[in-house]
């Protein structure tokens, strides 16, 4: 089945300073990646996704990039902010497969 | 208003004693789906539903049952709770899956004695 890996597993940045996320995946059939949020005692939310047939998508601060050839996947998120302090997942799919293979997160943590 | 309804939020059981979780939506989604996340794991897909009556196995089924007889409700059952199941889990769901918005509920905190 599909493995992701995420890294790093934390990440502290100051205010204003931008921050990257990176996610790898083994199977070269998925071709959808979102990136879900979550902060502390709170449920994850979708921040944004991106399908195969795309290499960048962004919305405002935050970007994703997506290198098919070498199966990795990674969120920019630009200008930080102390509320973006959060755990971030990756995630990949495939059509067909049904399931939604998660990375194990990252704790990203913005200083004022 | 659109939402995902975990019950209970917490719960503190002993080894054994057989328990279900309840999750429904509102939205009318096909896709349904239980996650259990662990420090260092992430999000771990325990069991997922297409449709009514559609259930397959995620990554960890093991220990877990679940059904969908209405296309509104998909509950997790623990037949036999152990320790290692101690963790916090996630109901989803979504009009499909690669295309579309995965909406958690709010989370449901076991722990296991």
């Known amino acids: 089945g599909e493995n992701v890996e995420q890294h790093p597993s934390t990440l502290s940045v100051q205010e204003g300073d931008s921050a990257v996320i990176k996610c790898t995946y083994s199977?070269?059939?998925?071709?959808?990646f979102p990136w879900y949020k979550q902060e502390l005692g709170k449920r994850p939310q979708l921040i944004i996704d991106?399908?195969?047939?795309?290499g960048e998508k962004k919305d405002q601060r935050i970007a994703v990039t997506l290198n098919k050839t070498a199966k990795h996947f990674s969120l920019h998120i630009t200008e930080t902010q102390p509320e973006d302090s959060a755990v971030y997942f990756c995630?990949?799919?495939?059509?067909?497969?049904?399931?939604?293979?998660f990375g194990s997160g990252t704790r990203l943590q913005v200083q004022p | 208003e659109a939402q995902v309804t975990q019950n209970p939020r917490y719960l503190i059981t002993v080894t054994g004693k057989k328990l279900t979780v309840t999750c429904s939506q509102n939205?009318?989604?096909?896709?349904m789906s239980w996650y259990r996340q662990d420090p260092g794991l992430g999000l771990r897909q325990i069991y997922y539903?297409?449709?009514?009556?559609?259930?397959d196995k995620g990554d960890v089924p093991e220990g877990y049952k679940v059904s969908r007889k209405e296309k509104r409700n998909f509950p997790l059952i623990l037949e036999s709770p152990s320790p290692n199941q101690t963790s916090l889990y996630f109901c989803?769901?979504?009009?499909?899956?690669?295309?579309?918005?995965?909406?958690f509920g709010a989370g449901t905190r076991l722990s296991v004695l």
């Open positions: 199977d070269s059939a998925s071709n959808y």
């Open positions: 991106i399908r195969s047939n795309v």
């Open positions: 939205m009318n989604h096909e896709y």
């Open positions: 539903s297409m449709n009514v009556e559609v259930t």
């Open positions: 995630a990949a799919s495939q059509t067909g497969r049904r399931a939604l293979t």
């Open positions: 989803a769901s979504s009009l499909g899956l690669a295309k579309n918005i995965q909406y």
